[in-house]
């Protein structure tokens, strides 16, 4: 079983929909969660990142981390065809730059927003 | 403002050649790092660095090898290439602190495929 999962969709909405994406996780050490954007052809860039439970939002995006029930979500309201790119999930134990030896993704999961 | 850049951007080799990937940074980070990308895998760790002379395995090292002689540059070897290996490699950089506001850059990519 891997320590991250996430639905690889693909998943397809029209314009101005609410799109939910999650991944959830089994290791109870990770706190730091981050979703990270993909676009065709590019690196990932990082969207949003969260520490512990809780909520975050950012203009159209929010974040939500539930650590009871090991599961994250990254809600977008309003979708745009801009938003249509590859979304991947990453968490570690550990804070900031000292944990990138021991970041997890999620496998990502491909979004379409059509006009 | 060039950020992480990768080099080539595609590369096609035979069974058994060997080459150089090409990561460099100019926003002075000290952790760089080497991940492979792969349907339903998503990214995963080869190798990482947290300075110049220091190196550490990833996830999956196996066939790879690296050094880094310099804060900028962290090449990425094949020896000996096998069709496994074929895959979009990226490479990562970000600062090494315990801050969450230290985000991963990612370069563009090199996608390699191996006959």
């Known amino acids: 079983q891997k320590e991250v999962e996430q639905d690889p969709g693909p998943l397809s909405v029209p314009e101005g929909a609410i799109v939910s994406l999650n991944c959830t996780y089994s290791?109870?050490?990770?706190?730091?969660f981050m979703w990270y954007r993909q676009y065709s052809r590019k690196g990932p860039e990082l969207l949003m990142y969260?520490?512990?439970?809780g909520n975050k939002e950012d203009g159209r995006f929010t974040a939500q981390v539930d650590k009871s029930s090991k599961y994250i979500s990254l809600f977008i309201r309003d979708s745009q065809p801009s938003d249509s790119a590859t979304y991947l999930c990453?968490?570690?134990?550990?804070?900031?730059?000292?944990?990138?030896?021991?970041?997890?993704f999620g496998q990502g999961t491909i979004l379409t927003v059509h006009p | 403002n060039a950020g992480v850049t990768q080099t080539p951007k595609f590369q096609v080799l035979k069974t058994g050649q060997s080459m150089t990937l090409q990561c460099a940074q100019d926003?002075?980070?000290?952790?760089m790092s080497w991940y492979r990308q792969d349907p339903g895998m998503g990214l995963r760790l080869i190798h990482y660095?947290?300075?110049?002379?220091?190196?550490d395995q990833g996830e999956v090292p196996n066939g790879y090898n690296v050094s880094r002689s310099t804060t900028e540059d962290f090449p990425l070897r094949l020896l000996s290439a096998a069709p496994s290996q074929t895959s979009v490699y990226f490479c990562?950089?970000?600062?090494?602190?315990?801050?969450?506001?230290?985000?991963?850059?990612f370069g563009n990519g090199t996608r390699l495929t191996v006959t």
């Open positions: 990562a950089s970000s600062r090494l602190t315990t801050s969450y506001n230290s985000p991963l850059h």
């Open positions: 290791n109870s050490a990770f706190q730091y």
């Open positions: 969260t520490y512990s439970s």
């Open positions: 990453a968490m570690s134990a550990l804070a900031g730059g000292t944990s990138y030896g021991k970041l997890t």
């Open positions: 926003m002075n980070h000290e952790y």
């Open positions: 660095s947290v300075g110049a002379g220091i190196t």
